[in-house]
């Protein structure tokens, strides 16, 4: 009989711990995983204790996800190294914002037959220009392969066990199946595909698409413009891919990943919610991160700021008037009305009679 894997979670944040929660029950029905399950906690006070004494006493993250129990044998670890030495897997969930620097300390350190699975949406910036993937840059670090998982997956909601779906993007069948009986419960489908970057790229892109969405609630338009404004979202996350990850495939844009991760964060997510406040109140994105979200972390305006210096440095931003006008908004270069005139004037609005001279990728044949 193999030994059974060991697993670690990277992250003790909403999703961490709503992800720690289904793990940490899987990880005991099946002979092939060890029954611990070792989460790194970054380390904070809460009400004068230290948040992983909290967590492994009275197996609640108090502070990330209140009200919900965690099964005790997800232990919570405040140093990385001794969280991850020994791991056969790894889950990675922090704010990307932290990606490089948890990763530094288990260089060289890792077996070699450790897998890792990212939970992460966002990009990093290359230095020089140009996004990198977080799972490529996982990889790039600690030298293992690293699938990702993303999905229609508010972690309120899984955390209640509420259903959903979610997509895996993992190109080794076997790990693929190990990762499904890791983290598929009754309520929380996972459909697993290789179309690794697709999957990746979907689940940072739709938090540009919920800032827009957030601002045309802000400024007071109804469901139909915020219908638009997620389709002219998609078009642009589907062009994004043809132009920056050729060979992606259209029918993973129709996983949870896609156009239901879409949907669900331009109406539940922090994202659409501090940026309709932006509207609203007039404070600046810092601010509101700051006041509305209680250390949790946004992602639309940093991944809209890492997107558009790649279309800049390659002259592009024409061809993503989305993107652009909500980096823009984020940064008070335009106002907030500007969302309008953007989604007004955009170039999918041709029709066909229009496009007949013009290719996929916007270019004149
Ligand atoms: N929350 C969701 O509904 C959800 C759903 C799907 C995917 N995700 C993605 O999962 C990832 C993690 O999000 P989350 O919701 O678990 O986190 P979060 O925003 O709820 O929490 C912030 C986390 O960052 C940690 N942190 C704060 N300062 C830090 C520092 N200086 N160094 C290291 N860590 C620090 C905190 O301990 C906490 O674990 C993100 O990429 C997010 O996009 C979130």
Known sequence: MTTPKKICILGSGNWG???????????????TFDNEVRMYVYEEMVDGRKLTEIINTTHENVKYLPGK????????????????????????VIPHQFIRKICQPLIGKLKPTTVGISLIKGFDLKEGGGIVLISHLIKEVVNIPVSVLMGANLAGEVAEEKFCETTIGCRDVEVGKMYRNLIQTDYFRVVVVDDVEAVEVCGALK?????????VDGLGYGDNTKAAVIRLGLMEMIKFCEVFYPGSKLGTFFESCGVA??????????????AEAFVTSGKSIEELEKEMLNGQKLQGPYTAAEVNHMLKAKGMESRFPLFTAIHQICLGVIPPSGMIDCIRNHPEHMCSFDKQHTSVSGSHE
Not at 20 to 31: L, M, P, Y
């Open 17 to 31: 711990s709503a992800i720690a929660k289904i793990v940490g029950s899987n990880v005991t029905k099946f002979d």
């Open 69 to 92: 129990k965690l099964p005790s044998n997800v232990v919570a670890i405040p140093d990385v190294v001794d969280a991850a030495l020994d791991a056969d897997v790894i889950i990675f």
């Open 207 to 215: 938090n540009i698409v919920a800032s827009g969405a957030g601002f």
């Open 261 to 274: 991760d879409l949907i669900t964060t331009c109406y539940g997510g922090r994202n659409r919610r501090v």
